[in-house]
């Protein structure tokens, strides 16, 4: 090969290179010529590489000059223009190669230019196109870059703090989580981008501030009327009190486990046997004279033998459950029974799922439950309530909560209601009398339980802003702190 040959290949890998990162950077940001002009470069390439090879391999030197005469006549019937033949045949000069390049490089930077134009047509076919896709990328704002292009009758949800926690890794960005839940309404669009608006905050229907990473010294410093600033926590007042006085007439809306929320986020759904949802609620009316289930339900503890388990991973709880199932363990002692400890803060293990994991092991050997809550606080019941209903055992409950609006009378047992040697005696009693503890199980053909923290709620939240009932009342939590924690001020003083 001589040294002309050489620095030819050196050329076109060089311009094979230059010639599609350009093609594939510089006019990506186009839907419209994006992928017939992705398609000509990559054949341009081609046919660069199909050139190489012929030099490079070569017996005389008649094949570069074929390769280029062969793909230019393919390229002409894909790609129709009278001077492609031509072009091709003239691409053997490495000066034109340069100067095609060159060209191309200029000639992009005004394809740029012109693209993202505010006066650039934008079809609604191709804004719709970008809604449904914003799941897997951000050409809904990145490809037009012009906000005047989004839809008027969307709402927009700004998360103030980060999506990292619960719940607001549910909501994940765009459109995508009302449309993967089949929402009934989703015209609302999520993002954690506080200048997605150029800046402008006042444009978000609602900035969502989750209260476990609220910080004082980061609060939006413009504010429209018309918006919502929305206090979103899943988490115990108890464990995450707002002690701020700046906090108190900030907030329009909350949305947390509170019944009496704006909007409501429970843990648990509680459905009729119609399907319709029912609670929980403060004013649930529960089913009356519940027919008996023991012919249908009694095989089912027949191979019951333990009394209560209790899984658990945080040892520290401000409610003292430790020390409770403590002392329960010790009143238990006098009728041989235990309470079985799985996890961080007992001696036992059981898989989370597989043979053996520890829902069913609960389902088939127990007869209780500890649904033992980490901290007391009005309406905070979470998902441990739901790991003993859903497995056939009774949920012995511990909490700040009034459990009938969570739960049928006469299906669990309040431990904070019964002295330990009392509440022992009665699990002594029910487990030597299937009868008596079939009881506890009426409201099972009547009710079913649900998760609701990332299903339900999450459309809640776009309905609200549909709501024009809603939208239409302003509101305003002048004592946002008392009602949040009743006690705050001694919780406050004593968080150091």
């Known amino acids: 090969m001589t040294v002309r040959e050489k620095f030819l290949i050196q050329r076109i890998t060089l311009i094979d290179y230059c010639c599609y990162s350009f093609c594939l950077y510089f006019f990506k940001e186009n839907v419209r010529s994006y992928n017939w002009l992705r398609s000509y470069c990559f054949r341009i390439s081609k046919i660069w590489r199909l050139a190489t090879d012929a030099i490079t391999n070569a017996t005389d030197r008649c094949t570069y000059t074929q390769v280029l005469d062969n793909e230019a006549a393919e390229m002409s019937r894909r790609f129709p223009a009278p001077c492609h033949l031509q072009f091709l045949k003239q691409m053997r000069s490495v000066k034109f190669f340069c100067l095609v390049c060159c060209t191309s490089f200029a000639f992009s930077l005004l394809w740029v230019q012109l693209a993202t134009r505010q006066d650039q047509p934008v079809t609604e076919t191709l804004i719709q196109e970008a809604i449904e896709n914003v799941g897997r990328d951000f050409r809904y704002k990145d490809v037009y ?64 501030f989750n209260g476990r990473t609220m910080r004082l010294s980061d609060l939006p410093r413009s504010r429209s009327s018309n918006q919502r600033y929305m206090y979103v926590n899943l988490e115990s007042a108890d464990n995450f009190p707002v002690c701020q006085e700046q906090f108190d007439s900030f907030f329009n809306w909350t949305s947390t486990y509170r019944l009496d929320s704006d909007i409501p986020n429970p843990y648990l759904l509680i459905r009729d046997s119609k399907g319709k949802i029912v609670g929980p609620n403060r004013k649930v009316q529960w089913k009356k004279d519940m027919e008996s289930v023991y012919d249908e339900y009694a095989g089912r503890i027949r191979n019951k033998t333990k009394a209560a388990a209790w899984f658990v991973s945080n040892c520290r709880a401000r409610s003292g459950r430790r020390g409770y199932v403590k002392a329960l363990a010790g009143a238990l002692k006098t009728y041989g029974l235990t309470v079985d400890v799985y996890g961080k803060c007992g001696t036992l293990n059981c898989p989370k799922k597989g043979p053996g994991n520890c829902k069913s092991l609960l389902k088939k050997d127990y007869f209780f439950y500890l649904s033992l809550e980490n901290s007391f606080s009005e309406d905070y019941v979470t998902e441990k309530v739901l790991t003993a209903v859903e497995n056939d055992v009774v949920p012995i409950v511990y909490g700040g909560a009034d459990y009938s609006r969570f739960l049928p009378p006469g299906s669990y047992i309040d431990g904070r209601k019964q002295h330990v040697m009392e509440l022992a005696a009665t699990i002594n009693r029910l487990m030597n009398s299937p009868k008596d503890y079939l009881e506890y199980f009426r409201w099972k053909p009547h009710y079913t339980y649900h998760e609701s923290i990332s299903n339900e709620n999450v459309c809640n939240l776009c309905e609200a802003l549909h709501d024009k009932k809603k939208l239409h009342n302003t509101s305003i939590y002048n004592e946002f702190r008392s009602w949040w924690h009743p006690n705050y001020k001694y919780r406050c003083s004593k968080s150091g």
Request: contains cysteine; positive net charge; aromatic residues 20%.
């Open 145 to 208: 870059r012009k906000t005047t292009a989004l839809p008027k009758d969307f709402k927009y949800i700004l998360l103030w703090t980060s999506s990292d926690y619960s719940p607001f890794y549910f909501f994940g960005h765009g459109q995508r989580a009302f449309l993967d839940r089949k929402c009934s309404v989703i015209k609302c669009y999520v993002t954690t981008d506080r200048k997605f608006f150029g800046g402008d905050l006042t444009k978000f229907d609602v900035i969502a």
